[in-house]
């Protein structure tokens, strides 16, 4: 049974930095394209970057040059690395796995972790 376990999230400050992270089990994780996604109160869940099995990365226009993901396939764990954070960073983050060159994310949705960005 798949698992998305994401964690690091919480309030920070305008111009302050997050590192979240996501633990994946039943799977084997290095197969897989790993993405961020967010969802902000009212607006639909967007795509936020995207690592894939070969490390390339590739990210949404409102975040590029400020969060970096990554992956660790020994330890089945991608991260997101927040820097700059604004106020319309806030949302909830999620993690989902892609076979590579599909369009599909197509793991379980699970709590997500909560990105609070305010003074």
């Known amino acids: 049974q798949v698992q998305l376990v994401e964690s690091g999230g919480g309030l920070v400050q305008p111009g302050g930095s997050l590192r979240l992270s996501c633990a994946a089990s039943?799977?084997?994780?290095?197969?897989?394209?790993m993405g961020w996604h967010r969802q902000a109160p009212g607006k639909q869940r967007e795509l936020v970057a995207t690592?894939?099995?070969?490390?390339?990365?590739n990210y949404a226009d409102s975040v590029k040059g400020r969060f970096t993901i990554s992956r660790d396939n020994a330890k089945n764990t991608a991260y997101l690395q927040m820097n700059s954070l604004e106020p319309e960073d806030t949302a909830v983050y999620y993690c989902?796995?892609?076979?590579?060159?599909?369009?599909?994310?197509?793991?379980?949705w699970g709590q997500g972790t909560q990105v609070t960005v305010s003074s």
């Open positions: 039943g799977i084997i994780f290095a197969i897989y394209d």
């Open positions: 989902n796995i892609r076979v590579p060159k599909t369009g599909t994310w197509f793991g379980p």
């Open positions: 690592i894939t099995t070969g490390g390339s990365t």
